[in-house]
């Protein structure tokens, strides 16, 4: 089973470290971070408080596709109430398909930057947006805090005696492969001059939410992959057909 | 209803903060601090990042009792995975007798220092004690976060009815519509002469999973129904000009 925490642009070291502990605490190892400001520092490893073996082997990237690319399931985290078309879901019910995904692949739950949250960019690569409710308007959590109750959940789920889910039949398709589909998708676009009524060019932000949403297994990218492929084929065939 | 969260010679002011802070995002904000080492502090108010009212109205006491003396409900928290003949209760649990109790009186959960948790004489005042589940030996929950996982699940058992979720802002595809899309679909494979590889011709029931699964919004619906046609349009374009 492998869970990680990614935390993307973490601004203070301090967090790093207290989201290290909160890890430790409920049984997760695999620390990522995108483009820490300050990392490794003393306060983190101040904060970490025990937890310096989570430290010592978090891996450090330049982009946030890197720290998920062999991730089947990517949960982003939102502060948000509403997020455009998301399926928010709160922490116990998103526990639960954390559970089931990390029997058969990797799982990235993803943290934005104390600031800004998650940016469109690296929205647009997770599968489902976890919220943390909240009382009243006083929505604030601090960045350990919110890792601390999403791996306690994650905790109850996944610990022994918890109710297991049947583990789906075959591997998610992984965020790189996701990226490839979207890639190809496009090109066939363009190549059947489907023009983007969306209105400021959001075609592909709204078909990569669809998909992402459907959490695709690898037979369904060998379909949809298959299927581009017959459109680009077939339309290469006519043309060659119609200039011959 | 008053639920009153107790700290007991917390030793670090920036705990204090950070334990406001929780409360706060949780709708809790009666904090009572017994021989707080240092307090008010500003090193508090920081980590309180917001939710200096809280820091502002909380009471200090001399006194252990004097904090709970109004309540009729006390319920102490351990890291101790066993405590002596207490009737330990993990935090879920401990939230629901939280909640049916401060329907009829006050409650109070009780914090002991961050070195030495709460002593015999506070535990004897308490009538369930609370412990944190947490993944192998490492249970080493900072104060904070301790105070965040209980004040979280006791914010799911009284906030008002079921997980209120915002509504979508669009309306889902009706089933009629999902029926449409899927003849569509197989028209457009045939007349791309797809390939069933899937074995025993489940390609279409595949499909419908995907989609199904993504539970599809108008907007969506609207944008692949012109790929559709768009990927016709463009075939029948391409065989006219071969066939003329």
Do not use: W
């Amino acid at each position: 089973m492998s869970i990680r925490v990614v935390l993307v642009d973490p601004n203070h070291p301090g967090n790093i470290g207290a989201v290290a502990r909160a890890m430790k605490n409920m049984g997760l190892s695999e620390l990522h971070l995108v483009r820490p400001k300050a990392f490794p520092h003393a306060e983190a490893t101040a904060r970490a408080s025990g937890a310096d073996d989570v430290l010592d082997a978090a891996r450090v990237h330049e982009e946030f596709d890197d720290a998920i690319a062999d991730c089947g399931f990517v949960v982003g985290t939102s502060a948000r109430k509403r997020y455009m078309s998301f399926d928010l879901v709160e922490p116990r019910e998103c526990a639960q398909l954390v559970a089931e995904a990390a029997q058969v692949g990797n799982v990235a739950i993803v943290f934005g930057s104390e600031k800004y949250g998650l940016l469109n960019v690296e929205l647009s690569r997770c599968h489902r947006l976890v919220t943390i409710p909240t009382a009243g308007d006083y929505a604030s959590l601090n960045l350990g805090m919110a890792v601390q109750v999403i791996a306690y959940e994650i905790m109850l789920a996944t610990r022994a005696g918890a109710p297991a889910m049947p583990p789906p039949e075959v591997p998610f398709a992984t965020a790189r492969e996701m990226e490839l589909l979207y890639e190809h998708f496009e090109r066939v676009l363009e190549e059947i001059d489907f023009r983007d009524r969306t209105g400021g060019g959001h075609l592909m932000a709204r078909i990569r939410r669809l998909f992402n949403r459907s959490r695709l297994d690898q037979n369904e990218m060998n379909i949809l992959r298959g299927i581009l492929t017959a459109v680009q084929s077939r339309r290469r065939t006519a043309g060659k057909t119609a200039s011959s």
